[in-house]
């Protein structure tokens, strides 16, 4: 890449922008425009890690690393430089992409009864919860033909892993939930795999900007736990995708002093509560507070509101959490 194409790289992908995308925030403003704050590069107690957006840079006065927005994707993905272009790339080339494709789903959901029909029987009814977690539905075989209308490459859309290497849709029949730099589908048919994501990261913790103001932390294994929950008036809830935090989850739930309620499942098979066992050993490692919330046998959140469990019931289980 010459000189030319690194600085509109940079131009493009200004640093405060990409760091807010990794949740990093400001604790006070500096002069000239500069700010500081926690450093995303080591275990930082007090803020030293500051940011010049007009210069599009970066320093840290504990781990005494600096540089541009590259220099950052380098440390905090742990990659050398050519693999931190090819993520800055993408990250600058895949917004507007899941963007389109997340708004042509939404608007498919109400045109598809099999769609809305699954959501009412997994107790998704609530139209305010639909437009919160922008929930959509790919039929499958339309959302080629509709992007590359608006301009997108087949390739981008191969790329994306939007669009198999045959050409067809990825996302066939499943309900749609956007994730930050992916897109969650659950099958509603049974025979096909329940869970697809699209290839890459699944992003930090599920709407944590919303739950992360809060010192109580609800943490739920799947998106239909996290919908049941919301759609019950549980504002503090989030959801890794899965039982095991990926490493940027992992900071998100460290990043202060906070009491974390593990809601796994109470799978028959003990899987979602060793899970939950060993998560809790590693988070008290850091300081928090945890507790495990124990389901009755064989259910998760969503199947205990399913079968008529309310929030109350729900607060009871809270109470008797284990800690
Ligand atoms: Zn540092």
């Keep these: 890449m010459t000189r030319q194409g690194l600085d509109e790289l940079k131009q493009q992908i200004p640093l405060l922008d990409y760091l807010r995308a990794q949740d990093w925030r400001a604790a006070r403003r500096l002069s000239r425009g500069r700010w500081m704050g926690l450093c995303p590069l080591h275990g930082d107690r007090k803020p030293s890690f500051m940011v010049d957006p007009n210069k599009g840079l970066f320093y840290c006065y504990g781990c005494g690393r600096g540089g541009d927005v590259i220099r950052f994707a380098e440390l905090y993905h742990e990659v050398r430089f050519p693999q931190a272009l090819a993520l800055l790339r993408q990250w600058r080339g895949l917004a507007p992409l899941l963007q389109e494709t997340a708004a042509f789903y939404g608007v498919q959901l109400h045109r598809h009864s099999e769609a809305v029909i699954y959501l009412q029987q997994r107790g998704i009814r609530s139209p305010e919860l639909i437009e919160h977690m922008r929930i959509g539905y790919a039929p499958g075989g339309c959302v080629r033909g509709w992007l590359m209308e608006l301009g997108y490459s ?11 290497a045959m050409g067809y849709d990825a996302y066939v029949r499943r309900i749609v939930f956007p994730l930050e730099g992916n897109l969650y589908g659950r099958s509603i048919s049974p025979s096909a795999p329940p869970h697809r994501f699209l290839p890459g990261a699944k992003g930090g913790l599920y709407c944590w900007e919303q739950a992360c103001q809060v010192t109580e932390v609800i943490l ?22 899965g039982t095991h935090l990926n490493g940027r989850q992992f900071r998100q739930l460290c990043d202060r002093p906070r009491t974390v309620y593990l809601a796994f499942d109470a799978d028959t098979n003990g899987s979602g509560q060793s899970a939950a066992q060993s998560l809790a050993c590693r988070l008290r490692e850091q300081g928090l507070n945890v507790r495990i919330v124990l389901l009755p046998d064989g259910h998760d959140p969503n199947s205990l509101f399913l079968q008529g469990g309310d929030a109350g019931q729900f607060r009871s289980l809270l109470e008797a959490a284990q800690s």
Excluded: I, P
């Excluded at 087949?154 to 198999?164: I, M, N, P």
């Excluded at 799947?222 to 959801?239: E, K, P």
């Design 220 to 241: 739920v294994e799947g998106l239909f736990d996290y919908a049941s929950l919301w759609q019950a008036g549980f504002r503090n809830v989030t959801c890794a995708m």
């Design 154 to 164: 087949l390739a981008a859309l191969r790329q994306a892993g939007l669009v198999t």
